[in-house]
């Protein structure tokens, strides 16, 4: 339901319940308002919620992605192969993750913040979070896009050894987002 049509129906129970109120009982709130209000802060509550629990499962799809493509580069370099492919692969989905997600989901939180929803506001004021992020830290955000250049740098012809030293790097930040989590 759009806001406009919420605020539209309150205002109609408002109406309701003011027509027929004695002068003794229009110091309260009517029973009703205060119960349609307390169900309109439970569904704005529960759609913090589901955003973060949204944007956790994005970040754990492409944490998922990730790993899988480091085995499959850290596997090539084993075997004497060129992993560049991989690696620049794992390098953007590193970024993405500092980013939480790619461009697609940063025009939505764009579109968000645009509206006046921020999941942190006051995170976004005291510096911890850039604007209209749910998860990643400034300080996380940081970390991850500084592993990925790293990892871009090692190039296809990396050993295996320094690509699990900094996938170990990116996994040890990644376990640091759920710390404290919902």
């Known amino acids: ?13 408002l109406v309701l319940a003011g027509s027929g109120v004695s002068a003794q ?9 205060v119960s ?7 569904t704005i509550l529960g759609a913090k919620q589901t955003e973060w629990n949204l944007v956790h499962s994005i ?16 596997g090539k370099l084993a075997a004497g192969q060129n992993a560049g492919e991989e690696i620049e ?10 980013n939480e997600g790619d461009a697609s989901v940063a025009a939505i939180r764009k579109r968000l913040v645009e509206a006046g929803h921020h999941h942190h506001a006051s995170g976004e004021l ?27 740098k090692l190039g296809g012809s990396a050993d295996a050894s320094a ?20």
């Open 1 to 13: 339901m759009s806001h406009s049509r919420i605020a539209t129906v309150c205002l109609g129970l």
């Open 25 to 33: 009982m229009a110091a309260e709130t009517p029973r009703p308002l």
């Open 36 to 42: 349609a209000y307390d169900s309109l802060a439970d």
């Open 59 to 74: 970040l754990a799809m492409t944490y998922q992605h990730a790993e899988a493509v480091a085995m499959q580069a850290k």
């Open 89 to 98: 692969r794992l390098a953007a989905l590193v970024s993405q993750i500092g």
């Open 126 to 152: 005291t510096g911890k979070y850039d604007e209209g992020f749910v998860i990643v830290t400034r300080e996380a955000k940081k970390a991850f896009l500084e592993a990925a250049k790293r990892i871009a």
């Open 163 to 182: 690509l699990s030293a900094e996938w170990s790097k990116v996994a040890a930040e990644f376990g640091k987002l759920h710390e404290g989590a919902r």
